[in-house]
């Protein structure tokens, strides 16, 4: 069978009608929790209605578990697990099928019954392990518990029990390869599922070289996996069991198709309700739909971070802060900060899109805003790079 399930290939007005039903049902429980108490009453007509919902940032969510631990007041069930990530952030784990939804990458992978796995994710606080350890079983794989480390072991491991594929950051299975290399070990891995890193193109080459497909996804603690790559590789498919926005950095307004801004997510996970969970990082969606015949939409992968706050002439300028002053002129689409340096001071220059001519119209709500003086620019509509900037700061630190 080509597909995981029948979800992967429906219309997306099939997709959407199902979605909004059980995004309707997430909300009534993610509002039962004390985080979620700004979701009581919240109705949806459509999808595009969840752009009225407050984003949640990571940084409200370690608040709020320290305020009330573990979980910070979400209205978590069925808890089998409990993780710690970096920050420090807890997360449940549970025990249901395919609980993180990684099977669904893995079987677009060509994973499943008769592969073994050395999953070299670890095992040891974080979900990383656990994610990947139970998206293979829910394709009907077996599994090497290998972890991080210990390379000879995993390299004799690998050989001895003849593991087919492997799970883990893209760079550590080439340190698997160089030491049986080095061993004179010959290995039976074809296949690879990575993440949790950058996949360079040279490094994904070397790995084609040696006989190895590698395919990534973009997962997350919070979320389980997002989006993934097939055979087609063209971007990065979104999983099912989630709803995926891309928001301008420092707001919760979804930006156009093609545009660079933050990914949000909210996941259809009954045991773990988050709205509008901001992940910090950069992409894009992309137009049309994957040659592979899913349909649903693409995002253009991992491409930096949302959050640029910098500090200049010794105050913090953060996204919030360019989002209040575009929306306070009708007539700006965009705006950038741009961080530079004159001798020994610190300079800032204030990139306006606008059809405007005069560039003192704005400068007291640059002052009012950023709360300092600035140079401001005015650049036509559409010429500001679509890269998911607000803030670039080009001074050199070396």
């Known amino acids: 069978m080509p597909y995981y399930d029948a979800l992967e290939t429906r219309s997306q ?33 459509s999808l595009a209605d969840l752009a009225s ?8 969510l370690v608040a709020g578990q320290q305020a009330k ?22 997360e449940p784990g549970g025990l249901g099928y395919d609980w993180w939804r990684v099977g669904r990458f893995l079987y677009a992978t060509g994973i499943g ?68 290399a080095e061993m004179g070990v010959a290995l039976q891995i074809s296949k690879a599922v990575v993440g949790g890193g950058a996949l360079f193109p040279s490094l994904r080459q070397e790995y084609a070289d040696r006989g190895i497909k590698c ?29 995926v926005e891309i928001v301008r950095p420092g707001t919760g307004d979804p930006v156009p198709v093609g545009e660079v801004g933050e990914i949000v997510v909210t996941t259809l996970n009954p045991d773990y309700p988050l709205i509008r969970f901001a992940t910090g990082d950069l992409s894009a969606m992309m137009p049309g739909q994957s040659p592979c015949g899913r349909t649903n939409m693409r995002i253009r992968g991992w491409m930096g971070r949302a959050d640029q706050t910098t500090k200049i002439k010794g105050m913090f300028v953060r996204p919030e802060q360019v989002a209040d002053f575009v929306a306070r002129h009708a007539e700006v689409t965009r705006a950038r900060v741009i961080a530079d340096r004159d001798g020994e001071m610190d300079v800032m220059t204030v990139q306006v899109e606008t059809r405007a001519s005069n560039p003192a ?30 803030i670039e700061d080009r001074r050199s630190y070396g």
Do not use: W
Not at 69 to 77: N, T, Y
Not at 226 to 237: P, Q, R, T, W
């Open 13 to 45: 007005d099939e997709r959407e009608a199902d979605q909004l039903v059980l995004l309707r049902a997430q909300l009534a429980r993610a509002a039962k929790g004390t985080a979620g108490a700004g979701l009581h009453g919240a109705t949806l007509a």
């Open 53 to 60: 919902l407050p984003v949640m940032r990571k940084s409200a």
């Open 69 to 90: 631990p573990p979980f910070g007041g979400v209205a978590v069930s069925n808890v089998a697990q409990i993780f710690q990530s970096p920050g420090p952030i807890y």
């Open 113 to 180: 019954k008769g592969d073994i796995v050395q999953n070299c994710f670890s095992y040891h606080l974080v979900p990383a392990g656990m994610m990947f350890d139970n998206g293979a079983r829910a394709v009907g794989a077996a599994v090497v518990p290998a972890g991080t480390g210990q390379t000879e072991l995993q390299v004799r491991a690998a050989a001895d029990i003849g593991s087919t594929a492997y799970a883990g950051t893209p760079d550590y299975l080439k340190v698997i390869l160089d030491k049986a």
């Open 215 to 243: 395919r990534q996804c973009y997962a997350t603690a919070d979320l389980g996996n997002i989006a993934y790559e097939s055979d087609a590789m063209e971007g990065m498919i979104l999983d099912e069991g989630v709803i």
């Open 361 to 390: 119209l704005y400068e007291g709500s640059v002052l009012d805003v950023l709360k300092m003086k600035g140079k401001v620019e005015l650049v036509p509509p559409g010429s500001l790079p679509n890269d998911g900037k607000v």
